[in-house]
């Protein structure tokens, strides 16, 4: 296995950022909202709670700057992104990063946790898989949290009744709003970080076992609100709403059943 030294996983994490920010302004502000929700429903120094979807350990990374004594339980499918966030939180206590596909039935079970869960959280992670599979790993998530246990998605999720107008202003404020922030520079987006890291020699034993297509998103499957409170309430969680929203981008949270 291709080992990475801190200080190259830290530059594409970096990049990995900035190109994500390109596509969400306020990120790091949703970071905050999520961080903060997470602080104040775990009632305790030191929460564990899991990652899904984690990438490079972005959001683990900033819990666990807000919560020293917090455990993250980082897991992801790609082996690329899981090597550079262990290599940048390398000899970190708190930050397992585990390998683990999600749409696999009995990924719960595999994790082998020590106790139950806090809270669970995931950004920009959970629309790529069919709103039949979003059931499947929302029942199997439920296994792993305590009674009233929160969950956190943060993602750009739409609602049915879109309103064409309003919508096309959204997204016209939206883009403006990244403009401003790039200060006129058009920022990397996500095929270019793939294209640019695949090209780096360094990581082509990792890219070459890496699922993702530099051609193109992998799909949104599960873009709709709607698809994910219908399936969090199938599995039991008591309560279902938005927490943090601007435009489209939000935080649905869950709270499982005591």
Do not use: K
């Not at 000899?91 to 079970?109: C, K, S």
């Not at 709103?131 to 739409?158: H, I, K, M, W």
């Amino acid at each position: 296995m291709t080992l990475l030294d801190q200080e190259t996983a830290g530059t594409w994490i970096a990049r990995w950022d900035a190109q994500q920010e390109g596509y969400v302004p306020d990120r790091e502000e949703r970071f905050t909202a999520m961080i903060d929700a997470v602080e104040a429903a775990a009632g305790r120094p030191d929460p564990l709670v899991l990652d899904l979807g984690c990438g490079p350990g972005s959001l683990a990374g900033r819990i666990l700057d807000r919560i020293p004594g917090a455990t993250v339980v980082a897991i992801d499918t790609d082996p690329l992104l899981l090597s550079l966030g262990r290599a940048v939180h390398a000899g970190r206590d708190g930050i397992a990063f585990t390998a683990l596909d999600l749409r696999e039935p009995g990924w719960a079970a595999r994790l082998r946790l020590p106790r139950q869960a806090d809270a669970a959280v995931s950004t920009t992670a959970l629309h790529w898989i069919s709103p039949a599979e979003l059931r499947v790993v929302y029942s199997e998530l439920a296994t792993l949290l305590r009674p009233g246990g929160l969950f956190l998605n943060g993602d750009e999720l739409q609602v049915d009744d879109v309103t064409p107008g309003l919508a096309g202003l959204d997204t016209a404020l939206r883009e403006r709003e990244r403009t401003r922030r790039a200060a006129g520079a058009r920022p990397e987006n996500w095929a270019e970080w793939w294209e640019a890291i695949g090209a780096d020699p360094a990581f082509a034993e990792l890219r070459g076992a890496s699922g993702e297509e530099v051609t193109g998103h992998h799909g949104s499957p599960s873009r709709l609100l709607s698809a994910h409170a219908d399936a969090l309430r199938a599995a039991g969680f008591a309560e279902v709403g938005t927490l943090w929203q601007h435009g489209d981008n939000r935080v649905l949270a869950a709270l499982l059943a005591g």
